[in-house]
């Protein structure tokens, strides 16, 4: 194929990629194999990064390591949020498409979904702290009904919150992918299904879910992505008590061991992309786009 | 089923209507809790009604140069908001026909929006770090003066700062284009084409006002996620912090309400521009 006008119309597009996309992660792929001192990186080729990462990972017989433990927190944090945005992301694209009849409402609907997403999520998070304190309008009001006799100290800065707070933040990425889904469904179908004898839950399982698979899988490449790297959310919500990967990576850079994030970075770009590759697995992505 | 209205129908809506509450509860709960009086603290009960924390606010609250870093963050959005239109755009026509790289360009694309953010902070960090290196390393060499006097870094906020947050809007304003140009009428470009109008006329006064609109949305994107943008910029923004940046670090520092004074202008300019977006939306539509 030729270089023709449109790679040229494309290639601002391209050269900003590479520079600000591939380059850095061959760069962090490159720099996991370096040598560091406190205050600068040196050109090397050893595994050192790694085997500190996993020191002492492979003794099974005492506890297990910071690492292994870290992912595991990331992972039940992942598993969480997945399921919460998952269940409560169908039922409302399920919502605005099977039953909202209007164009025009569903569009302002699902704007309606949106517009957070276009304000900061920073701020986003620091709204539950009125909500969920110590002296916070959910303890106040579960006092003053008497289901709890003290305010209780696990709602705010606890695997509680950061779950929470996931959940407000990333609901919508998978609202959007399985509405996109749920849309393209033939509502003649589910009539002949409900014309068959069908009840209601039996096409539900047998017809809605199956057909917006794909959506489903792609919402949920979104959160399990977004949270396997997240250090905010986790930072702020947790009160910076919790651990996660995005954390570690984040602290290292902060003491400039920067090899040593790398190496981090690179692991769990690895695993990552596992994920992602498994969950493809179930859809053919390119068909959906 | 789908036209009968039994239970599945109310409890929709009654779901529905719980989502909204509770996407939206705690950021309405923070603006009034921004107007608290200057007794008031950062929970209910409310202790007066005042601008007090805006003043506070105003004034810089003894915190931080927070004006300077607002002045920061809307420029940073605005240039986004310009690149990422003309780049997407472009790119967008680009994709219209087949040219050299275009499915690894998409491929890179969308795993730029899956790839953890930290991951790719870290490596634009990682790639100025390197250049500055290789800077100091050639100012020595050839004894160039102003990089031994005076070079510091590279790593800034229009450059790396602007490139990391360019990876984060630019997948969304490709995926807009896709979108547009899947219900794109071709036979109207084709017209102008057979009338004698070039390229660039047909795209001009045939393409430009019909995708007009969408762009609208690009826009949107572009300048909205630029201006909350955190986790890609966190590590690249050399010396100086946009508003997100400092932020995240009053999230630990101030205990007053002046954080929700702050919370409620930045959510502020955000349904600005989200407003300013839908009217021009729909102006242009009307056309």
């Known amino acids: 194929m030729k270089i023709n006008k449109h790679f040229l119309l494309a290639l601002p597009f391209y050269l900003i990629f590479i520079f600000f996309f591939i380059i850095p992660l061959i760069l962090t792929i490159i720099v996991s194999f370096w040598d560091y001192t406190e205050y600068s990186i040196i050109p090397d080729f050893i595994f050192d990064n790694y085997k500190y990462i996993f020191n002492k990972c492979f003794k099974f017989s005492t506890d297990l390591c910071v690492t292994f433990k870290t992912y595991l927190s990331t992972f039940y944090f992942c598993f969480m949020a997945w399921f919460f945005t998952l269940i409560i992301g169908f039922t409302v694209a399920y919502f605005l498409v099977f039953h909202v009849r209007s164009v025009g409402m569903q569009i302002v609907l699902f704007l309606i979904c949106t517009i957070p997403f276009w304000t900061s999520n920073v701020i986003r998070m620091i709204s539950w702290i009125p909500l969920l304190g110590r002296n916070g309008l959910f303890n106040s009001f579960l006092i003053s009904t008497g289901v709890i006799d003290e305010p209780q100290e696990w709602f705010l800065y606890s695997h509680f919150s950061v779950i929470l707070a996931f959940v407000h933040l990333y609901t919508l990425f998978m609202i959007v992918p399985i509405f996109n889904s749920l849309i393209r469904i033939d509502k003649s179908l589910i009539e002949a299904a409900y014309d068959s004898g069908a009840n209601g839950f039996q096409i539900l399982t047998n017809i809605i879910i199956p057909l917006c698979k794909p959506g489903i899988i792609i919402g949920s490449i979104f959160v399990i992505t977004v949270v396997m790297g997240d250090f905010l959310t986790i930072g702020i919500m947790g009160g910076q008590q919790i651990a996660s990967i995005g954390k570690i990576i984040q602290v290292e850079m902060s003491y400039l061991q920067l090899p040593s994030a790398a190496a981090n970075a690179v692991i769990l770009l690895i695993i990552t992309l596992l ?10 992505i390119r068909k959906e786009l | 089923m789908l036209n009968k209205k039994g239970k599945s129908y109310y409890f929709c809506w009654g779901f529905f209507l719980a989502f909204v509450i509770f996407l939206y509860g705690p950021t309405f709960t923070i603006v009034v809790l921004s107007f608290q009086g200057p007794e008031g603290g950062l929970t209910f009960p409310m202790n007066g009604f005042s601008f007090h924390w805006f003043h506070k606010l105003w004034e810089g609250g003894g915190y931080v140069d927070i004006g300077s870093a607002f002045r920061r963050s809307i420029l940073l959005g605005l240039i986004l908001m310009v690149l990422t239109v003309l780049l997407s755009v472009s790119a967008g026509m680009a994709f219209r026909k087949k040219f050299f790289g275009a499915n690894f360009l998409f491929l890179i694309t969308v795993s730029s929006l899956i790839v953890p953010s930290i991951i790719l902070s870290l490596g634009i960090a990682l790639e100025f770090r390197l250049l500055d290196e290789t800077l100091k390393f050639l100012g020595d060499k050839y004894s160039i003066q102003w990089i031994i006097n005076d070079f510091q870094t590279t790593l800034n906020m229009y450059s790396s700062g602007l490139g990391a947050q360019l990876t984060w809007t630019l997948p969304f304003g490709l995926l807009i284009m896709f979108a547009i140009f899947n219900r794109f009428d071709k ?13 660039w006329q047909t795209f001009k006064f045939v393409v430009l006002p019909i995708i ?55 959510t502020g300019i955000s349904f600005l521009a989200i407003f300013i977006a839908i009217i021009l939306f729909m102006i242009m539509r009307k056309k």
Not at chain 1, 275 to 284: C, G, N, S
Not at chain 2, 187 to 199: C, I
Not at chain 2, 239 to 247: G, H, K, R, S, V
């Open chain 1, 275 to 284: 994920l992602i590759w498994t969950m493809t697995k179930f859809i053919d």
């Open chain 2, 187 to 199: 036979s109207f470009e084709e017209a102008s084409m057979d009338l004698g109008a070039s390229s």
């Open chain 2, 212 to 266: 007009a609109p969408s762009v609208i949305g690009i826009a949107l994107f572009g300048f909205t996620l630029s201006y909350d943008e955190l986790a890609r910029s966190s590590q690249v923004m050399g010396a100086t912090n946009t508003l997100p940046l400092e932020l995240k670090g009053l999230t630990t520092t101030v205990t007053t309400p002046v954080i929700y004074a702050l919370g409620t202008l930045t």
